[in-house]
C-alpha cells in the first residue's frame, strides 16, 4: 500500500491517524506546507519501507522510536527545522538504504550507530550543526556510494578508513574543519575546480566565513535545480554557477520539474520565489569574498521569501 501526497500544497499538521494504515509500505508528504512534530502514531507502521517528509517544516526532534520501524529503506527528511541530536535508535534500522538528513538543525556528533547500519548506500547530512570527528567504523560500511557531510562543523582527521569503501562514488566534506594527512591541498584544489568551495579556499588556501557562504549558494543551487557540479554537463568551461547565471531569465529552464507540477497562478508562484531563491544564491556564490551576502542576510532573506509564499498559498485556499 502506497500513500503519495508529494506536491500537493498541502498544509498544517500531519494527521496522526495516519498511523492507523498498518498496511503501508510508502508514505510520500514530501514538498508541502506542513509543520510541527511527528505524530508518535506513525510508530506503528512496521511495514513501512519508504518514509519521505523532504521540503515541509517539520520541527522537534527526531523521535528514537524511528528506530521501531525494521523494514524501512529510505528514510527522507532534508529541508525541515528539525532539531537536537540524531536519535541512536537509527542504528536499529538494518535495512536502511538511503539516509537523508541535510538542511536541518540538527546538532552534537553524528552517532556511531549510524556506521553500524550495513546495508546503507546513500548518507547526507549536510547543512546541519554536527561536531566532532567522524568515526573510523564508517569504514565497515560496504555498501556505501554516497556520503555528504558538508557545512558543518565536524572537525579531526578525515579517517583513512574511508578508503575501505570501494563502492565509494561521491564524497563530499567541503565546510568543515577537517584535516586530511598529505592530500588536503590537493583535495580542496579539486572540490574548488568542480565548483563545491569559494574559489579563493582552493587556489589559495583562504578560509573565511564567506567562503562558508559561497558553499551554501551552492547548496541552494543543487536543491532547486536537482544538478551537482560533478553531472557530466558540465566541464571546466561551464559550471553549475555558469548554467544558471546564463539562464536565469528562464527560471522554468532551470528549476527542478517536480517543483513545477502544479497549475495556475501557483505555479507563477513558484516560478517567482525559486527565481529569486535562485537569484540569492548567485548572490552567495560571487567571485570576490567582500562581494557576497552575509550570512546573518541569507537567512533574513529566506525567511522572508517563506513566509511571503506561504501567505500568497493561504489567500487562493481562503
Known amino acids: 500500500m502506497v500513500l503519495n501526497l508529494s506536491n500537493m500544497g ?15 509500505a510508502e508514505l510520500d508528504l514530501s514538498n508541502n506546507n506542513f509543520h510541527g512534530k511527528i505524530p508518535n502514531e506513525l510508530r506503528g507502521l512496521h511495514r513501512l519501507k519508504l518514509l519521505n517528509l523532504s521540503y515541509n517544516g517539520f520541527s522537534g526532534d527526531i523521535p528514537p522510536w524511528i528506530g521501531d520501524l525494521s523494514e524501512l529503506q529510505h528514510l527522507g527528511l532534508q529541508s525541515n527545522s528539525f532539531g537536537g541530536s540524531v536519535p541512536i535508535e537509527v542504528g536499529q534500522l538494518h535495512q536502511l538504504k538511503t539516509l537523508n538528513i541535510a538542511i536541518n ?19 547526507i547530512l549536510a547543512g546541519n550543526w554536527f561536531s566532532g570527528e567522524i568515526s573510523k567504523a564508517i569504514g565497515d ?62 587556489s589559495k588556501g583562504i578560509i573565511s566565513t564567506r567562503g562558508d557562504v559561497y558553499s551554501y549558494g551552492i547548496l541552494m543551487l543543487e536543491m532547486f535545480t536537482r544538478k551537482k557540479p560533478t553531472d557530466d554537463m558540465f566541464t571546466t568551461e561551464l559550471n553549475l554557477k555558469g548554467w544558471v ?35 540569492l544564491a548567485l548572490n552567495c556564490c560571487a567571485d570576490l569574498p567582500e562581494a557576497r551576502i552575509n550570512m546573518i542576510d541569507v ?20
Open 299 to 318: 537567512v533574513a532573506s529566506l525567511n522572508k521569501i517563506k513566509m511571503a509564499f506561504m501567505q500568497k498559498t493561504r489567500a487562493r485556499t481562503m
Open 105 to 123: 538543525e540538527l546538532s552534537g556528533r553524528i552517532p556511531v550507530e549510524v556506521f553500524n547500519i550495513s546495508s546503507l548506500e546513500v548518507l
Open 245 to 279: 547565471t546564463n539562464l536565469m531569465p528562464h527560471a522554468t529552464e532551470i528549476v527542478d520539474s517536480n517543483l513545477l507540477q502544479e497549475e495556475g497562478q501557483q505555479i507563477d508562484d513558484i516560478i517567482t520565489y525559486s527565481s529569486t531563491i535562485l537569484e
Open 141 to 202: 560500511l560496504p555498501k556505501l556510494k554516497v556520503v555528504d557531510l558538508r557545512l558543518n562543523q565536524l572537525s579531526g582527521m578525515i579517517p583513512r578508513e574511508i578508503g575501505n569503501l570501494t563502492n565509494l562514488r561521491e564524497l563530499y566534506i567541503s565546510q568543515n574543519s577537517m584535516e586530511e594527512e598529505g592530500q588536503s591541498k590537493t583535495h580542496t584544489n579539486t572540490l574548488a575546480t568542480l565548483g563545491y568551495i569559494a574559489p579563493e579556499y582552493g
Open 10 to 24: 498541502l498544509k498544517g499538521y500531519m494527521a496522526p491517524e495516519l498511523g492507523n494504515l498498518s498496511y503501508l
